[in-house]
């Protein structure tokens, strides 16, 4: 197992030693220290950020054309030459007399066609003379396009041909189970069926995946090269793999981050602002000291879209968007009643009340803010936190994330609108009961005046009706804001 140590300039990262002594991982080929630009740097990089000197794996010089893609590597007294089409997809790599030719679905190698794929998996080209002849490869992948097992029919029996297993960042595990029967190019795709780029010169690997929009190296966990959507994840350096959590997070092509849990893909001025308030949640967990999560609350605009408009307007409203769990049934309805008193149940209108921060954290209750929502709607969000919950200990934090349905930047500072069908009163501020003393029999009307007359009416909140023996809360029914 590697044990790095990261030395940075900024974001961008100069210099890495091991003090492990294993080179199956990470190899480090270069005697650096922490010191920047002292001569002895592993990384240098050119004016746009693409790194163009990697002394590790014996990289000297990398040229980059105007989209940032690498177009000659010098590598170890060899040369890697690649060529795009005009929208940067790879149409050809020239290494050694070696030239593959990338024609969409159908890879040649020195004008021998090797393979091209199937939904299944690949076909693998074992014959080109007269009918095209070979195998048909099978591959099975998990939940982030890792191709895991590839495997073929061989008679009445079926033989594996490779067999893979990941590291988060996308090492391959040694030791076990790491089968490969197969020369062909095809079994270069592994990890999220990338293909490696696995040339060898002077003894060193390049070891880099090609993702499309960038290369990637798995042994450090880096992006080689920078983001074409830079702009959106402003928040997280440019050459973080997957935003540094894989486990949650996959980046298919070098550009968008997709959330694997459930499939949130943010973009735009959405992006910025789920990136800001994660790495915010993170801090306060840390800050905290827990050890589950990261835990995410996704109210869907496309699921509950009443829920979704009362949630972003709780935010502008300046409600926290992180929330801690309550476990505590009985402080959950109090808070519940709290929260909603002043909203008499329309359930005969298949209407529920919804409140934000939620009852059931040490948020709510007390100027929670309230509003009716669908019936549906508010048993789905009541599925999505009971799961939630179930993951979770008392107290512990979750993030709140209100996720559009379009890919489109949203207004930020336009106000979410209520919805017209569902009318919303006035939220009432919220007092502590005044509690007023009935005279004794006998007592003048005027004694009984002046203990009322205490009651700070100017400060009473809306809804609020004053008799001589009693105060008596009323709903603020017919109220619009």
Known sequence: MDNLNYYYNGNQLHSITDTSAYTTGFNDGNSSDNIYDNGNDDYKYDANGNIILDKNSGITSILYNHLNLPTTVYFNGSTINYTYDANGVKLRKVFNGITTDYDKNHIYVNNNLK?????????????????????????????????????????????????????????????????????????????????????????????????????????????????????????????????????????????????????????????????????????????????????????YESITPHIYRHTRNAFRKGKTNYLHYDSNRTRQRKRRRWATKYYPSRASEGLQRDEYPYASTYEGGEGALVTYVPSKENSSQGGSLGALYSQMSDGDGFLVLPVPTDTDPEPVDVPVTTPSDVPVPVIPPIYKPVKVKVPKPGASILNLFNRILNIPFLLAPPGFEYNFDHINTLPPTGLKG
Do not use: C
Request: charge should be positive.
């Open 115 to 299: 393979y091209f794929n199937h939904t299944e998996g690949y076909f693998e080209v074992t014959s080109t003379s007269g009918l095209v002849g070979g195998n048909y490869i099978y591959q099975y992948k998990d939940h982030i396009d890792n191709i895991r097992l590839s495997f073929k029919k061989s008679g009445s029996n079926v033989v594996i041909v490779s067999e893979k297993n990941y590291y988060p960042f996308g090492l391959t595990h040694l030791g076990y189970n790491n089968t490969s029967l197969s020369s062909n190019i095809a079994e270069k795709k592994g990890f999220t069926s990338k293909e490696l780029q696995d040339e060898l010169a002077g003894g060193k690997n390049l070891n880099w995946y090609d993702f499309g929009a960038r290369n990637y190296n798995a042994s450090i966990g880096r992006w080689m090269n920078i983001d074409p959507l830079a702009e959106k994840y402003s928040p997280i350096t440019l050459y973080a793999f997957a935003a540094n959590s894989p486990l949650n997070y996959i980046d298919p092509d070098g550009r968008d981050i997709i959330r694997i849990n459930g499939g949130v893909k943010f973009t735009g001025e959405d992006a910025k602002k789920a990136f800001r308030a994660i790495k915010a949640a993170e801090r306060s967990r840390k800050k905290e000291k827990k050890k589950g999560g990261p835990f995410i609350h996704f109210v």
